[in-house]
């Protein structure tokens, strides 16, 4: 590649594409990093690869996309990976209606134990006096 490489511009604009603040990435990278550390880095044309692989693996992208960036390319690629279709393909859906029929459900289930179990206690206790 040519030297207009700027590899601390390419991680701003990754962060800013993934709708990451500056703030969550510096406490992704740890306790010594802060907002105004992260701006002084994204102003560094090249950064050290320790440091590079730790912010990839932060934003979840690999090394070689912010040394090989191409924002059509990275444009294409959040939004493959990161849309509602690959959501529905690499996490588990589920769907408010359901989970509120779901808690619903399992309130009543729970409501209906509990009044079974008040029935036999006064069962019990109404036994218990008749004995008496």
Known sequence: MANNIHEGHYVKRFREML???PEALAFDLGDDWSQNKISLLEQKET?????LA???AAL???VEAIQNFDEEQAIYNI???FSNNAMLNNYP?????EELKKL???????YERMLKEKDE????????MEGK
């Open 79 to 81: 939004s493959c990976n």
């Open 54 to 56: 730790k912010i990839s």
């Open 121 to 128: 206690m006064m069962a019990r206790l109404e036994r218990l």
């Open 19 to 21: 709708g990451i603040k």
């Open 60 to 62: 979840k992208i690999p």
């Open 93 to 97: 859906t589920f769907h408010p209606i």
């Open 104 to 110: 619903h459900e399992d309130k009543i289930a729970l």
């Open 47 to 51: 950064i050290d690869a320790p440091l």
